[in-house]
């Protein structure tokens, strides 16, 4: 089983829906959890952390569900903008960065 | 402030060259990280360093090296290319990680193709 999955999409929604991502993990050591955007033929980029308490920014919401061991981002009022790749990233500490990529989940907004 | 900056952008080798990939970040970060991106695959670990003179093996280290000779570079080379380093190549850096996760900054990408 791999450490980090997540539905490779593509999800295609319209401006404006409501779209949600979830990514499953299987080590239980894990620690930190977090979420990257990728744009096509870009480097990732840290979109926000994920707390245990859940935690907002903006239009996204991201939660973790330790017992199920699972992290989720809810993206409201979907903009064009926000057409990309998020990935699923992990951290299980440890002295230097034990750090696991997902495969991502692709996005595209239409119009 | 640049950032994390890579050079080359692109390359094509021939099986059996060599080349070495550069890595700059002008944040003067203690860690530093080079990681290869395929298509399903992620972002897999192949070297990374934890400040200027050290280095240590990721999870992809087969058929690479690296150097850090200076806080603020890290290269990545290739002795021998084959054709399964045909990838995008992706440098990192971050402050200080000790237990926890600090932010990882990534360069821009340098697409290789090996023919």
């Known amino acids: 089983r791999k450490e980090v999955e997540q539905d490779p999409g593509p999800f295609n929604v319209p401006e404006g829906a409501t779209v949600a991502f979830n990514c499953t993990y299987s080590n239980s050591a894990s620690q930190s959890f977090f979420w990257y955007r990728q744009d096509c033929r870009k480097e990732p980029k840290l979109l926000m952390s994920v707390y245990s308490s859940g935690n907002e920014d903006g239009r996204f919401t991201a939660q973790l569900n330790r017992a199920s061991q699972y992290i989720s981002l809810l993206i409201r009022d979907s903009k064009l903008s926000d057409s990309a790749t998020y990935l699923c990233v992990l951290s299980r500490g440890g002295g230097y960065q034990k750090v696991t990529f997902g495969t991502g989940t692709k996005l595209q907004v239409i119009p | 402030n640049a950032g994390v900056t890579q050079t080359p952008k692109f390359r094509v080798l021939k099986t059996g060259q060599s080349m070495t990939l550069l890595c700059a970040q002008d944040?003067?970060?203690?860690?530093m990280y080079w990681y290869r991106q395929d298509p399903g695959m992620g972002l897999r670990l192949i070297h990374y360093s934890v400040g200027e003179g050290t280095t240590a093996k990721g999870e992809v280290p087969d058929g690479y090296n690296v150097s850090r000779l200076k806080k603020q570079n890290f290269l990545l080379g290739l002795e021998s290319a084959a054709p399964s380093q045909t990838s995008v190549y992706f440098c990192?850096?971050?402050?200080?990680?000790?237990?926890?996760?600090?932010?990882?900054?990534f360069g821009p990408g340098t697409r290789l193709t090996v023919l």
């Open positions: 944040m003067n970060h203690e860690y």
């Open positions: 990192a850096s971050s402050d200080l990680g000790g237990g926890n996760y600090n932010e990882q900054f």
